[in-house]
């Protein structure tokens, strides 16, 4: 599939077959899932194999002949398979209520398509690899051994403040080593986009990334009024969270490296030394949400499906890649063995397991895999994630570190919904002000940070500070996929909100909801997982209670 004769050749017979009714759009259509599903699973399996060793230059190169060579032919070739598709009479005769989704979507990307974006796409595919490359490589010596940033960051749990303080200050200072280079490829990256946007007819890249990630269901607007429901409902708690653990640990001051350790200064948790005994874990846990979940993950362990532990050159982050061919899902994380990789590989199965709910109901590609709006498929993630924190006792831990684990991860989720505000705040910032200095944007930075952040202390600290965002991979390879996070968090806590009063009923919403894939529109896929679509202050005050209550007394 990657020999460029052939690809065109599959390419002409798609556009040359004539279509006379229904049954031939709906022939066509499956036939170019088929097609569609081969690319895919080959552009993610040489993503896969790259970022599991971004320093393996054969990988890499492979990588980068997909995304020079033939992606552009791809993006060229279904670009006028969208065309054909729209001007097709027969379109026409297709049930609505199983193809309007699709209407739109094809509508949208012909509205969209420009030829002379293709290259410009490419190039900021290779920067973003750029970055992957310069993060994946950072490694420290600590304590005689060189560590990626992900080990160290283990020690940001320890007990002894001088530890995490050294430890602190030696990441930051290894990643300011590269700071500019990275704030260069940012600077590219938006002088890139601003050129996308503008060949598009857009006034920025903001305007025009919304249709893009097809955003049909809401506004800036509507980020906005997360964005304030945050800092009049989260942004209190988050502060509430520091005092206390302050006070807890008896500061003086809280500092960067005390945000991370035990709030009442316990040594940190370790559930598991290995992989296998975390994915031992995981299995036991979603045994009792749901057996059938439990299977799903004993079938990618046994199908070598799972790549958890981090490693030297290895890229960073975490993900679930569906291998759209065989519908399969493919996790990706580095695991240190801390209480973080736990609730990291429950929200990667989450995304898995919304891959096999839908491979079992055969749904066309154009509705499964990437193309699942982000804004549920991170409910199906977060809603296992939190979920799966009320069933630790047994598993990874006794009854009381179970419950020290829950309060952290729920303190930690009331934390990530300022962050989510900060950094999506970021980009419509960075992408509404045009030719922006980079001190520019060092001010804007802060001046987001205190609005949206804690209490803590970065007296001498601003210059790391002033880069802090440059560890936010999305800002780089997914721009603007970021408030899918908080709003898919909503639907996540609703959920769970239900599954504490009434689990069966919480997980067949669930599992009725992540069957339909991307076939529906965002808010008919919400209200199937019997969920308000809004996440403004009417959604957000009610769950900001819960978890404050719940934070309180756990």
């Avoid at 193809?99 to 509508?107: F, Q, T």
């Avoid at 749990?157 to 490829?185: A, C, F, M, S, Y």
């Avoid at 996790?331 to 919304?354: C, K, P, Q, Y």
Wanted: one cysteine or more; a negative charge.
């Amino acid at each position: 599939m990657t020999n460029e004769s052939e690809l065109k050749k599959f390419f002409s017979q798609l556009e040359s077959r004539k279509i006379a009714s229904a049954s031939d759009m709906e022939k066509w259509l499956w036939d170019e899932s088929e097609f569609a599903s081969a690319l895919s699973e080959e552009q993610a399996f040489r993503y896969i194999r790259m970022s599991c060793q971004t320093d393996d230059p054969e990988r890499e190169k492979a990588y980068l002949f997909f995304v020079e060579s033939i992606e552009p032919q791809i993006k060229l070739g279904f670009a006028e398979l969208d065309r054909k598709y729209v001007d097709s009479p027969a379109r026409k005769s297709l049930p609505r209520d199983k193809y309007s989704v699709l209407d739109r979507k094809r509508e949208n990307s012909i509205a969209l398509f420009r030829k002379e974006n293709v290259e410009l796409e490419k190039e900021e595919a290779k920067l973003w690899q750029r970055y992957e490359k310069i993060v994946g490589g950072m490694t420290v010596m600590y304590d005689g051994q060189e560590r990626t940033m992900q080990q160290l960051g283990r020690y940001q749990e320890e007990p002894v403040r001088k530890v995490r303080e050294d430890t602190w200050l030696l990441g930051e200072k290894r990643r300011r080593k590269d700071h500019e280079q990275i704030d260069r490829i940012y600077d590219d990256l938006i002088e890139l986009r601003e050129k996308i946007a503008k060949n598009a007819g857009f006034d920025n890249y903001r305007d025009y990334i919304f249709p893009r990630r097809e955003r049909f269901d809401y506004t800036p607007e509507d980020c906005f009024r997360y964005h304030k429901a945050v800092e009049q409902y989260i942004v209190p708690l988050i502060r509430e969270l520091d005092q206390q653990r302050e006070q807890n640990l008896e500061l003086d001051q809280l500092r960067p490296w005390d945000l991370a350790v035990d709030p009442e200064g316990k040594p940190p948790l370790r559930p598991f030394e290995t992989a296998p005994e975390l994915v031992k874990g995981c299995i036991q846990i979603f045994e009792k949400v749901n057996p059938r979940f439990a299977e799903y993950l004993k079938k990618m362990r046994e199908l070598n499906l799972l790549d958890l532990e981090s490693r030297k050159g290895k890229a960073p982050g975490g993900y679930s890649q569906e291998m759209a061919e065989v519908q399969l899902p493919f996790i990706f994380m580095n695991a240190v063995g801390r209480d973080g990789d736990v609730w990291t590989l429950l929200h990667e199965a989450g995304h898995s397991f919304h891959s096999f709910l839908t491979r079992e109901k055969n749904l066309l590609y154009h509705y499964r895999s990437d193309n699942v709006p982000i804004e549920f498929a991170e409910v199906a993630s977060q809603t296992m994630e939190i979920i799966g924190g009320e069933h630790f006792t047994g598993t990874f831990y006794n009854k009381e570190e179970a419950a020290r684990s829950r309060k952290l991860h729920l303190s930690s989720i009331i934390k990530l919904l300022g962050w989510i505000a900060t950094i999506d705040s970021f980009q419509h910032w960075i992408y509404t002000h045009p030719g922006h200095s980079h001190d520019e944007r060092r001010e804007a930075w802060f001046k987001l940070q205190s609005k949206f952040g804690g209490s803590e202390n970065w007296a001498g600290l601003e210059d790391y500070r002033s880069t802090y965002w440059q560890r936010q991979l999305h800002l780089f390879g997914y721009p603007f996929y970021y408030i899918e996070y908080g709003i898919a968090f909503l639907g996540a806590l609703g959920l769970w909100t239900r599954y504490r009063k009434d689990q069966k009923g919480a997980i067949t919403a669930y599992e009725r909801a992540m069957s339909l894939g991307g076939s529906k529109p965002l808010p008919e896929l919400f209200r199937a997982a019997d969920l308000p679509f809004d996440f403004g202050p009417d959604t957000v005050r009610p769950y900001a209670n819960e978890l404050h209550s719940v934070t309180k007394a756990s």
